[in-house]
């Protein structure tokens, strides 16, 4: 087993790795599937770079655990935040940290029975831990994409953080992060998340995403607690993977996950405030 590196690709690495996992630009600045390569010289690019090609790092979950409290506590809770707002334009990948942090930041207090971990996610279907194709995440992560539901998945994330730096919002990243916040407060009391997302869309505030990349900044603005919810934002408490699947009215054939399932309208402003000064 090869390590990946901890840095999000970019440049030839984002286009050879995408090449072989199958995805491609297109016009509009959105990201489509396409058919993975297979082609030698792409692996051997992708090896020189020092990415391994489908290959699967085993991590326990206890070394999950111990690695993002460690991780978590190597960051600064504005740097989080602003790199947040950056990836609402000018670094797509940094759409995630939000997310990755809210869950880690708490867990070294969160209760435990004995030895066991807390109930935080990490229950392996088999064996003691998880398989992560970690050149995948952090491609998936260069592309856009965020997600709140696979815990194993943001200490790639946290881990690459730490060692490869935060990025800064722009002033156009605090226009949109703006827009988007008066889009979201201006919902009528009662709206879905659904229409939210439509909403967003017809905006037009954040070029080039699919309907799950605009989910996934939803979701980082319900983690943070911008978004109101049912559910206690994972930034202000521990929350269990119990309670997480207990507000999951959907259940898990819905693509809208807690916190933000919980939204019903509204935003909080003192939080959006916070996020537009950092």
Partial sequence: MTAAPRRIPAGPELDVLMRLYGYRF???????????STAPEDLTTA?????????????TAAEIFERSVSAAAALEEDAVLGAFVA????????????????????????PRDGDALPDCGLVPR??????????EVLLRLALGWAWNELPQRYLPDLETAVTAGLPSPTAED????????DVAAAQPAGTRV????????????????????????LIGLAEIGILPSTLTPSWDRF????????????????????????????????????LLGV
């Fill in 194 to 217: 659904g229409e939210l997302e439509k909403a967003v869309a017809r905006a037009k505030i954040v070029p080039g995403t699919d309907k799950y990349q605009r989910y996934g900044i």
């Fill in 239 to 274: 929350v269990s993977h119990t309670e997480f699947a207990d507000a999951w009215s959907g259940g898990p054939r819905s693509d809208i996950t807690p916190p933000l399932s919980g939204w019903r309208g509204g935003i909080d402003a003192g939080r959006a405030e916070r």
């Fill in 126 to 135: 088999d064996g003691d831990g998880f398989d992560v194709d970690v050149t």
């Fill in 26 to 36: 297109t016009r509009t600045g959105g990201v489509a599937g396409a058919e993975a």
């Fill in 174 to 181: 605090r226009e949109r992060l703006r827009a988007l916040l």
């Fill in 47 to 59: 090896g020189t770079h020092g990415w391994p090609i489908r290959e699967a790092e085993h991590i």
């Fill in 87 to 110: 990836g609402l334009g000018s670094a797509p990948s940094a759409r995630q940290i939000a997310i990755s942090f809210a869950w880690a930041r708490h867990l070294s207090s969160a």
